[in-house]
């Protein structure tokens, strides 16, 4: 590096993002993941005797990919080439694998290829990387917060591990913040910010667990401070509050998307309002589709509250037309109506077993004819072939209630209706008994 290129990176790192200066150095600096990176821990172990494989890295926003990324570069004797999925394409890659097998054959270093947010590269922009990675030209780091089962190339995961991090705690960010406001060289120590217990408090809260986010957010609010007498710049909660932007959007596409709709039905289905409720509330602010969840409703309605409460899914298909004729934001307490209603009704899946078992038996069975006497005789010939006879006409009898063979020959006593003793389903039950005798 020469003279003037040194000065230009030294500006660079001054004039970095405080996210980017407080970036850690080594593990001791290195906040979180201690089943990953912890001392004795596999992974640590490996980076420590420079045998590392190739790998995928799978966590939130701010848990400390890139960091721990970077740290593997500077901790074996690897030469690091990031690039990123957003920006970068395949005649990238192929100028970073080339650079990589003459880097290998001359100076006999390897390369980590990193590719920042991989789930944005598609089977193409993938394929290029797997034979490079199974050859040993390249060690793949790859980056992403989704669920690289459904993001990553099957035969590129299988070459790699896959390492998930996890969002930091509260007590981790407040170590960061509190690194990053007494730190004169990399941090803020140089401006003399103050801030409160409770004011630091709200700042935590706020990053949702991200590094990333805390530090913008900190460095916003110290530069937007203005110091006092003493050249003190004293932070307060309504700074924080302006200079931050907290959001609850996520990817409707991606893995928050499906993780928080699976906890809004299961939440209703284990007769939780109050959890149900919270994770409505979170797909309304990330801008969910009302419509995709008041659907959800109507399936949940006749999947798992069933003939337990009939009304259940008149309420479901109810709030469903309603959320359409009215839209939002009103329609968010037709949702939250629907939603306790349901969270709180008495629950049978007993018709949604009963159909799976029919289908299964349509599926596995014989064809067989459908009795003739439940066939209409609209010919002579269909008359004299047997068709209709021996037939019960149910409302000639008392109670309106004739037992007759109704099923084929071949599935003759087959049961696929077994209701509960919930709610009204209990009525049924009883009916049924009273009707048919044990079943």
């Given amino acids: 590096m020469t003279l003037f290129e040194h000065s230009a990176d030294s500006q660079m790192r001054r004039e970095a993002p405080l996210a980017a200066r407080m970036r850690p150095r080594n593990f001791d600096e290195y906040a979180g993941q201690e089943h990953l990176v912890g001392p004795g821990r596999a992974l640590r172990k490996s980076i420590e005797a420079d045998q590392i494989p190739s790998m995928v890295l799978w966590g939130p926003p701010g848990s400390g990919k890139t960091t721990l990324a970077n740290l593997i570069a500077t901790m074996t004797r690897s030469y690091f080439s990031p690039v990123s999925a957003v920006a970068s394409g395949v005649a990238d890659l192929r100028r970073i694998v080339k650079e990589a097998r003459d880097r290998l054959g001359m100076q006999g270093q390897r390369t980590i290829l990193f590719i920042d947010e991989l789930h944005r590269f598609n089977k193409a922009q993938q394929d290029v ?250 010919t002579g010939l269909m008359k004299d072939e047997g068709y209709g006879e021996g037939y019960k006409y149910a409302h000639d009898h008392e109670g309106g209630f004739t037992p007759m063979q109704n099923l084929p020959e071949s599935l003759k006593g087959r049961r696929y209706y077994d209701p509960t003793d919930h709610g009204y389903e209990a009525q049924i039950a009883e009916r049924l008994k009273r009707w048919w005798g044990e079943r």
């Fill in 129 to 378: 990387i797997l034979p490079h990675v199974e050859s040993g030209t390249v060690v793949l780091i790859g980056a992403t917060t989704e669920n690289p089962s459904f993001e990553v190339n099957s035969p590129l995961l299988s070459r790699s591990r896959v390492f998930t991090l996890q969002p930091l705690s509260n007590e981790q960010i407040t170590d960061i913040v509190r690194t990053a406001l007494q730190d004169n060289e990399r941090g803020l120590g140089s401006l003399s910010p103050q801030m409160d217990d409770e004011t630091m408090a709200g700042l935590v809260e706020i990053s949702n667990g991200d590094a990333r986010t805390v530090l913008n957010a900190l460095e916003m609010a110290v530069l937007a401070t203005d110091p006092d007498e003493d050249g003190t710049r004293n932070i307060t909660a309504q700074t924080i509050e302006d200079a931050t932007q907290r959001s609850h959007l996520y990817d409707k596409a991606g893995d928050q998307h499906y993780d928080t709709i699976s906890a809004f039905i299961k939440s209703m289905r284990g007769s939780d309002p109050d959890a149900a409720i919270y994770y409505l509330a979170r797909m309304i602010e990330a801008g969910e589709d009302p419509l995709f969840i008041a659907r959800r409703l109507v399936i949940l309605a006749a999947e798992d509250v069933g003939l337990a409460d009939p009304r259940a899914l008149t309420v479901a298909v109810a709030a469903q037309q309603a959320v359409h004729l009215i839209g939002m934001p009103e329609g968010r307490i037709v949702l939250a109506e629907a939603t306790v209603y349901l969270a709180t009704a008495p629950k049978s899946n007993a018709s949604y077993m009963a159909i799976n078992k029919a289908i299964e038996d349509v599926q596995r069975s014989r064809n067989d004819p459908v009795p003739k006497h439940l066939r209409n005789a609209v």
